[in-house]
């Protein structure tokens, strides 16, 4: 509410029961009551005297026609005029009201002042005066009256009868200058200032007079005369009087030509656009006032359409910061009829628009959290689950419910149990996406509505689970409250959508069903509505345990399937890495592969993986028979990418002591997609300490040929699922043949995959590719039947010899 206590308006809050629910600090100064004495009041019977009067029939038409109404009315208990405007909301009646008492006067004094100009077109005579300082005694002709409406006996007095009549804001200026040509000896006293008439009012004088000394030189008498210039000064002044009363004006008036460069400025203007009248003389007002012109000359065009315009614009404030101001401009005809000026009034409603959208900020958020409340939790799911059938993308919906939270309230208190709402609100504010949304339903219950979760449903559920896991672990810290160490956990359900398949209220109600599921399964957990999704989602969390209890209790094995070329003869070959299950056994590295791509887990088993074929390396070079093979390495995208790459890399050749020309490095096409720049780099770097480089899978993923005349590439290795019908598919012949041709002119070596018949090996051989990997020659093997296949292969080749 701080922005409703700031705003120069008075403004409160009626129910539909005609009840106060708000009041702030200036409604609470100008209807002259406490606002603690009338919230919750009736305000018909608090204010009875605005019963059948038009305060009473526009908030009744405001309410019942649900219509903004403004007006003006006088109110007799508080003496004072208000100006009203009414805003019908769900909650009831906001209404906004100032006090334009001195707005009316101003404008009861203008009118009559106007009057009495029009009235003033007779000649005065002079009004003869004698002071006799002696006596203190002032002496005044007939004149006094003609001019001024005195006769001589009212004012005949004391030097006082003529300074009380002085306009106040000049007496102290013309006393001065009297006494100053009294005391310096000077023979005459001239001056001009306004004198009050009998009337009350004022009239302009010139005032001379001579001044008689004794033989001392002292000052014994004044004789003078006042004639009235009011009229030609009023003439000549005219405009300035004009601007003084406009200048008390609340609001901002300004008259422009019909080029609209400024004439004038009041005060009002400088309060609202920090401009003084001297600094915005003559300059257009695009030229400082409006950023965005658009506005403004759409206006300009219906101003001279019409010759009237009423509408909102922002204008700057010469500091910069934007306005809302609510505008009435009018076009000024000369005698002719032709347009010459417009004249502006522009009230400011920043601080109005401001309430306003506080108002609506009340009705869709939460005031104790600041979050969404469930009315635009609500709109925006229906928007969430409307854009799914455009996009085909998941969603999800996450229900949060504090256990145990109302043992918290009753035992410390409401104003605890608020602190603790905030705070996690707070927390959970920092463990969604930007894109997600949050949202209290009220009591301990949040939502949290998560959109673009990607087509799959199990990755949507992958991700739904993590910022589970997140919240989970975010809300577990122990909070602070006053004087109070608090620990407290939450229940989260889940429930995933799709393609508009069930509506907001089934949504609801499943991810309420999983909350309280995970309530019944002992609280502080996750659980998803569909029992097979839970059951992935199960999986999965244990599938990541295992793997980290994997790495720590060395559960990891390196397989190699040996590379040979076509004469039979052990090139190398490629290690791939083996994951040995206490209770699954060996574990297929498609299911545990991407898990650890995700959870960055593919980091510590990548280095193991070179770890180990670098020993394995440095093993074989103590033997003249094994000391040339060379093992080939995948490297994953997340590993290449990491800013350590090359040093790590580096490191473990060193460390190990591995020949870096028995290395090759495999890499995906997937791999290159990403700033090219830097992958050529690191390629370069490595390549210029021996270690070569193989593309792996090559035609499946990026295969652009610009990358491949630019990489630094040794080899490359044609995917099996080409590899695989070579024999049957004339198309996969084709793309072989291709990769092959495209290997040769670029002088890189290449390596069939999947090679499972001697049919195949054959074809291979008949279309050029000399080197072959796959089931024909042995699946991947621990390093003991690797090294038993190299004895077999060196054994069948002395046997080949002799």
């Known amino acids: 509410m701080s ?64 219509c903004t109404v403004g007006f003006e009315e006088y109110f007799d208990p508080l003496e004072t005029w208000f100006e009203v405007n009414a805003y019908p909301s769900e909650e009831g009646l906001a209404v906004y009201f100032r006090d334009i008492t001195e707005r009316k006067a101003a ?18 005579a002079d009004a003869v005066w004698d002071w006799d300082m002696k006596t203190d005694v002032m002496w005044w002709n007939d004149g006094i009256h003609t001019l001024f409406g005195y006769s001589p006996k009212e004012i005949e007095s004391d030097i006082s009868s003529w300074t009380s009549r002085i306009h106040p804001d ?51 008498r004044m004789l003078g005369g006042k004639n009235d210039i009011t009229e030609s000064k009023l003439q000549q002044a005219r405009l300035t009087q004009q601007a003084e009363l406009l200048d008390k004006a609340h609001d901002a008036i300004i008259i422009r030509d019909m080029d609209n460069h400024v004439s004038f400025w009041n005060k009002g203007a400088e309060r609202l656009y920090g401009w003084t009248a001297e ?36 204008p700057i404030h010469k500091n910069g910061k934007r306005l809302i101001i609510e505008a009435h401009w009018t076009l000024i ?65 996450l229900f949060i419910d504090l256990d145990n939270f109302k043992i918290l309230n009753d035992t410390l208190g409401h104003d605890i149990g608020d602190l603790l709402l905030q705070q996690v609100a707070q927390r959970l504010t920092t463990c969604i996406r930007e894109s997600d949304s949050l949202s209290r339903l009220g009591g301990d219950e949040f939502v949290v509505m998560l959109e673009n979760l990607g087509g799959d449903s199990l990755e949507a559920a992958s ?17 602070s409250l006053s004087d109070y160490e608090h620990q407290c956990t939450p229940s989260i359900g889940i429930t995933l959508f799709s393609n508009q398949e069930h509506n907001m209220d089934e949504l609801q109600k499943r991810a309420d069903l999983a909350m309280y599921q995970a309530k019944g399964e002992g609280r502080n957990t996750i ?33 190699y399937q040996p590379q040979i070329v076509k004469d039979g003869k052990l090139l190398g070959a490629e290690a791939l890495l083996r994951w040995q299950h206490p209770s699954r056994g060996l574990v297929s590295p498609t299911e545990f592969i991407p898990l650890a791509e995700d959870t960055g ?64 490095l495999e890499l995906t096409e997937s791999l290159l997609v990403e700033d090219m720049e830097s992958v050529i780099s690191k390629m370069t770097t490595l390549k210029s300490r021996g270690i070569s480089f193989s593309l792996d899978d090559f035609g499946t993923g990026y295969s652009s040929l610009s990358y491949l005349k630019r990489l630094p590439l040794d080899i490359l290795k044609i995917d099996q699922s080409f590899i695989r019908d070579l024999l049957t598919d004339p198309s996969d012949e084709a793309i072989v043949r291709t990769v092959i041709s495209l290997g040769q002119s670029l002088e890189l070596a290449v390596i069939a995959e999947g090679v499972e018949t001697g049919e195949t090996r054959e074809a291979l051989i008949n279309i050029g590719c000399h080197v072959y990997q796959g089931y024909l020659f042995s699946h991947p093997l621990p390093i003991e039947e690797f090294n038993k296949f190299i004895r077999k292969m060196q054994t069948e080749t002395i046997t080949n010899k002799v």
């Open 601 to 664: 887990l593919i980091l510590p088993l990548s280095e193991f993986v070179l770890m180990t074929a670098c020993n394995q390396l440095v093993a074989w070079a103590q033997h003249p028979e094994t000391a040339e093979l060379n093992l080939s390495v995948n490297i994953s995208a997340r590993q290449f990418h990491h800013r350590d790459f090359v040093d790590q890399v580096l490191g473990t050749l060193a460390k190990s002591g591995a020949n870096p020309e028995n290395l090759t």
């Open 279 to 314: 600094e915005v003389a003559g300059r257009h007002l695009e030229e400082f006032l409006y950023e965005d012109t658009k506005g403004f000359r759409t206006a300009m065009e219906e101003l001279q359409k019409n010759g009237e315009w009423r509408g909102e614009l922002e």
């Open 463 to 479: 991700q739904a689970e993590t910022i589970g896991e997140k919240i989970l672990a975010a809300l577990n810290e122990s909070y």
């Open 3 to 66: 922005t409703l206590e700031s705003i120069t308006d008075a403004f409160f809050i009626l129910n539909h029961e005609w009840r106060f629910t708000y009041l702030n600090q200036q409604a609470e100064r100008l209807l002259q009551r406490d606002r603690n004495d009338l919230v919750g009041k009736f305000i018909w019977e608090e204010f009875p005297e605005a019963i059948n009067g038009i305060f009473y029939r526009e908030y009744h038409r405001a309410m019942s026609e649900k």
């Open 107 to 124: 404008q009861r004094i203008m009118h009559e002042s106007e009057e009495r100009f029009r009235n003033i077109a007779r000649a005065t």
């Open 527 to 559: 659980r998803f509505f569909d029992p097979d999704m839970q059951a992935a989602i199960t999986n999965r969390i244990t599938l990541e345990a295992d793997l980290r209890s994997g790495l720590k209790q060395n559960d990891f094995l390196v397989y």
């Open 333 to 397: 005809q000369d005698d002719a009829g032709y347009p010459e000026s417009i004249l502006a009034i522009n009230t400011d409603i920043t601080q109005r628009k401001a309430a306003e959208h506080e108002i609506q900020y009340l009705a869709f958020y939460d005031q104790l959290t600041q979050l969404p409340n469930r009315q635009l939790m609500l709109d925006r799911l229906q928007r969430a689950i409307n854009a799914t059938s455009r996009n085909g993308q998941h969603g999800a919906l």
């Open 170 to 220: 000049e007496k102290d200026q013309i006393l001065a200058e009297v006494h100053h040509a009294i005391d310096s000896g000077a023979g005459s006293w001239t001056g001009e200032y306004r004198f009050r008439r009998k009337d009350g009012s004022y009239a302009y004088v010139w005032d001379r007079s001579f001044i008689i000394r004794d033989e001392y030189g002292k000052a014994v």
